[in-house]
């Protein structure tokens, strides 16, 4: 009887852990932001220099499109409607700078660790990102926020785009 206890003990657990873990939910992205990634081809000098060159051009890019986004799904579509024409930014860019390889660019969802901006820590976790890819990508990146807009400017120096659940955060522990 004994060993029928532990048995059934021993069954019951594995069934339940089994259950419990088909039930699970499927990780899902992190849903208040879409990332922007450029990741360089190396991290040789040059590729990292030209990687700042072609963030540039990005951000000057893709900053009106940003700022017409009042939610991460409208940041997507726009975003993703407009690959075709960040990949021919950056590769003008490579191409101004002497480089042969070319960009890619595409929105997704990856894991990604805790990153730092500023005041805001985003957790390690699955977010969704434009990943630009300069040749092979394997270099170190650069990384912000498209949505909300963190690290977007518009071409006037006076204007910045704030993100409105930074500002509710920073209120909530000022108070």
Known sequence: MKN???????????????????????KQA?????????????NEQADQQVKYRVKDEVVRFITPYAAQCVDKKTAIEVISSITDEIEKVCDRVLRENGFNYTAKAAVRTEEFPTRVYDDLTLEAGLYDALIIELGTGTGDNWWCVIYPPLCFTSGTADVTYRSAILDIVRRFFKN
């Open 4 to 26: 029928f206890c532990i048995t059934f003990f021993v069954l019951f657990i594995i069934i339940a852990t089994v259950v419990c873990v088909g039930l699970a939910p499927e």
């Open 30 to 42: 992190e849903t208040d932001y879409l990332r922007i990634h450029v990741r360089a081809n190396s």
